[in-house]
């Protein structure tokens, strides 16, 4: 069932209202400069929306894992500066979460005007779903709005625990084009279709590698997922990441699946990650002592033949470690394969924090995406079949039944 939007509101149900967003402001900071704005930028249609409808907008957020301290490097202050610049009008920083100080504060705050809450997981209750925690949250407003894809697979307080008590609880605009492109490359993909895997580990993916290896017509694995795959393929990798537990299910998948998986033919090694003077180019087999980093140029070729101007592209995870840049030529040329491809026609779609990340290092635009998705383990675990709880909590579509008069 499809989930209500923000724009399914009127403008009198929205005027004058105090509307709580869960937004995903999990972005770098270092020293108070945010390096990285992407998830800050895609949260301003949803904010705009509702200040232009007159409503009251307090944006709730964590950053990083504080684990219940209070921990000034984490503060969300630095995002309420950029987010006045981005909204150009000030948004107002509480400096705490909950409190009659920051309901006080709510009160006084002016109809299409933006207040910002500290870090939410400043509280261990967030993460544990504390139903006290929940009820004070939700009290500081009248409609629960979700714009946190990427934090939607977590049963956290505020992506779940508090959106039970409105009877209001829609999608951001952030959250309704996720589940779009999500579902449609879950359920109906368009064809050919081109899934690019990496990353560190299969078992983070299992469920999704699962389902699309059943949908794809080509699945392109590199990273350290690919290790595994080599292994159960009868290759050496020598020291190369593996998951030992996860071969014996690679093989299956190679036997049911084969046709359509492609591995890496060659590889970018070293003596560790450390002692990278060792650093040198392998056809085939690693030698044992050696471990792979990255892509070779072979595979590279071999990857982008697959990856053009038609049908839809999927690729979730690096294919090394790209923020090295003795390891990053693999990413980097996969990332301008698919930008290239997007050009030429394909619905190109990007998962996962870190695969945004390499596509930015490679200097690929955002226009030269389709999509980029905020949310790495949800959008894998959607994928993969599984209950959001922070999307399905949410509000569904009201079905309109129109009578037939003869």
């Not at 190679?254 to 650093?279: M, N, Q, W, Y």
Request: contains cysteine; positive net charge; aromatic residues 6%.
């Amino acid at each position: 069932m499809d989930k209500q939007v923000i724009s399914d509101l009127s403008s009198s149900e929205l005027k004058g209202k105090r509307v709580l967003v869960r937004a995903d402001f999990n972005v770098p900071i270092r020293d108070g400069i945010i390096s990285e704005d992407y998830r800050i930028r895609r949260a301003i249609p949803t904010i705009d929306f509702l200040v232009d409808k007159g409503a009251k907008v307090i944006l709730a957020s964590h950053l990083g894992r504080p684990k219940g301290r209070q921990m000034p490097s984490l503060s969300l202050k630095p995002i309420a500066s950029r987010l006045s610049e981005l909204l150009g009008k000030p948004v107002k920083f509480m400096g705490k979460v909950i409190g009659n100080d920051v309901r006080a504060a709510i009160d006084k705050l002016p109809r299409r005007n933006v207040l910002l809450l500290e870090n939410l997981r400043y509280h261990k209750e967030e993460a544990e779903n504390d139903t006290d925690f929940s009820k004070e949250l939700a009290s500081l407003a009248d409609i629960y709005v979700n714009d946190a894809f990427g934090t939607s697979h977590r049963k956290h307080s505020s992506t779940y625990g508090t959106a039970f008590y409105f009877d209001k609880r829609l999608a951001g605009f952030l959250v309704d084009k996720e589940l779009k492109f999500l579902k449609n490359l879950r359920d109906n993909p368009d064809h050919p279709y081109t899934v690019i895997v990496g990353g560190a580990k299969i078992k983070d993916k299992i469920n999704a590698l699962k389902n699309l290896l059943k949908k794809a017509d080509k699945v392109l694995i590199g990273g350290g997922v690919a290790y595994t795959f080599l292994k159960a393929s009868g290759v050496s990798v020598g020291q190369s990441i593996t998951e030992h537990e996860m071969i014996d299910w690679a093989k299956k998948a190679i036997l049911k699946h084969g046709d359509k998986i492609s591995l890496p033919i060659d590889h970018v090694v070293a003596e560790s990650f450390e002692k990278r003077k060792t650093c040198m180019l392998v056809d085939g087999e690693i030698p044992e002592e050696l471990h792979g980093f990255d892509i070779g140029p072979k595979t590279v070729a071999h990857f982008t033949s697959f990856i053009k101007g038609n049908g839809l592209i999927f690729w979730n995870g690096p294919m090394g470690v790209f923020e090295v840049d003795d390891f990053s030529a693999g990413t980097t040329h996969i990332a301008r394969a698919v930008a290239l491809a997007t050009w030429r026609g394909a619905t190109t779609v990007v998962g996962g924090g870190e695969t945004v990340s390499a596509i930015r290092k490679a200097e690929v635009l955002d226009s030269e995406i389709v999509h980029m998705s905020t949310g790495g383990g949800a959008s894998l675990e959607f994928l993969g079949g599984e209950e959001l709880p922070g999307i399905s909590i949410l509000n569904d579509k009201r079905v309109i039944l129109h009578s037939v008069s003869n």
